[in-house]
């Protein structure tokens, strides 16, 4: 008895009726759509990909831009050995130490 | 209409929607009007309504397309029937002025219906007792019986697992065969 009703039940779930939409009501959507206009919201990820594309290099330059950012960080973490070059705090001991020459 | 839109699958055209494509958002529109007309429809019963619903949904899609994210990987359509149904849940939110509970007398307290209780009369005590169920309850059973949606489909469109949609699934045919005795 209550499975007859589960599948009574069923059966009426799966056939409930609707009024059909209006055949135009695509194209309806579509027209009102051509008169709006977008919104660009760029999301972050977006807009990093297209700067990606935007900087498009080829390989070599890559591996160039590469080397020379690896060499730049290098050369700044790396103390200078040579205790008679001057230290960029002391300007005015070099400029006394030619004074002496002259 | 453009040779070829209709080979492209819904991402590649929401793609191009991204990109402002007026002839990919047509494509989409006329491919999929109508199941999203039928499952607002459900929610709503009214042409008019529904038809402004589904219409409003798409414009929104359109305005701003970058609503649909597809690094998600999310199936679009999945995603729409959540759009469509939070969409007509709304719309049903603004327009409740009567409580369907009250209005609807539960089997019990009914005359039993005779033969002469014609099909449409049964058709619209169903969707009158639907429309009495809590939200969660009335939108599972409006996405699992809509044909074309898998019970899994539907279970992602509510955000749920699909044990939590058998058991909301569950709970409101029980309702519903209590509010229906009579008919069924």
């Known amino acids: ?102 | 209409m453009a040779t070829g839109w209709p080979d492209r699958d819904d991402h590649e055209l929401l793609e191009l929607i991204q990109k402002g494509s007026h002839e990919a958002f047509a494509e989409l529109v006329r491919r999929h009007t109508n199941r999203f007309y039928r499952i607002a429809y459900r929610f709503v019963q009214n042409k008019e309504n529904a038809e402004d619903i589904v219409q409003d949904a798409f414009l929104k899609l359109w305005e701003d397309p970058a609503r649909w994210r597809g690094e998600l990987r999310n199936k679009f359509t999945t995603w729409f029937y959540r759009v469509v149904t939070n969409l007509s849940l709304d719309w049903l939110k603004r327009q409740r002025t009567v409580e369907l509970d009250e209005e609807l007398p539960l089997a019990d307290e009914r005359p039993t219906a005779d033969e002469s209780m014609t099909q449409a009369e049964t058709y619209k005590h169903l969707e009158k007792a639907i429309a009495a169920l809590p939200d969660r309850q009335r939108t599972a059973l409006n996405l699992c019986f809509d044909e074309g949606l898998t019970n899994q489909e539907a279970a992602e469109a509510m955000g749920l697992n699909l044990k939590a949609l058998q058991s909301l699934i569950m709970r409101a045919k029980t309702t519903l065969k209590k509010r229906m005795r009579s008919y069924l």
């Not at chain 1, 070059?85 to 004074?99: K, L």
Request: hydrophobic letters at 40%; aromatic letters at 4%.
């Open chain 1, 1 to 102: 008895m209550n499975d007859n009703r589960d599948v009574r039940l069923e059966r009426m779930l799966r056939s409930r009726q609707e009024e059909a939409a209006s055949p135009d009501l695509a194209e309806r959507i579509i027209l009102r759509a051509r008169k709006i206009p977008q919104r660009q919201s760029i999301s972050l990820w977006r807009f990093l990909r297209d700067l990606c594309v935007e900087f498009h290099l080829p390989k070599p330059a890559y591996v160039l831009a590469g080397a020379l950012a690896l060499g730049m960080v290098v050369g700044l973490s790396t103390p200078s050995e040579d205790p008679s070059a001057p230290s960029g705090n002391d300007a005015q001991g070099v400029f006394a130490a030619d004074e002496d020459l002259l």
